[in-house]
């Protein structure tokens, strides 16, 4: 038990740094110190580290609660599993079709929100979306119209089903 001491000092540290938030580091020190005064009520042995163990979760949750919820880690969002490597203008003329079409949170979503939610998809810091919307708007209306990321979109995708379907009926 001795030696396993040091690397639950560590694991108690790391907690306390709070990364998961405060309310989650809280949590978990509580339930820790409650499953150790159960062990060291039903085992006299080691003894003696289970009342440090018990000692320092109780002043680590003491110091946790003194720290301004301000001042705490915020939890760390979980890398992107994809990455948008297209041009930003085209992710921002995307989040505008989607919104003009109403299809995220029954249409009342803003540019900002879905904005933020896609580009945090994607790995990306969200951006003032309005300068990108401006470009779009700066665009020459020809060959298809402002949006043409959608257009090409819509072309590439109706070319696509076009293939499917012709190897289909070929089998």
Known sequence: MTANYGDFI??????????????VAFAILSYTMIELKAILHGNPNGKDAIENAVSLIGEMQKMIGQIPMSEMKQPQSPKAEVKWTGDIVNLVELVYGLVEMGCVNDGNVSIEKLGNALFGL??????????????????????????????????????????????????
């Open 122 to 171: 994607f790995g990306l810091e969200p951006k003032p979306y309005s300068r990108a919307y401006t470009t779009i708007k700066r665009r020459v209306k020809d060959n298809g119209g402002r949006a043409y990321f959608l257009t090409e979109m819509h072309n590439q995708l109706e070319e696509r089903i076009d293939q499917d379907v012709h190897l289909y009926l070929r089998k």
């Open 10 to 23: 560590e694991k108690v540290v790391e907690v306390s740094s709070c990364q998961d938030g405060k309310p």
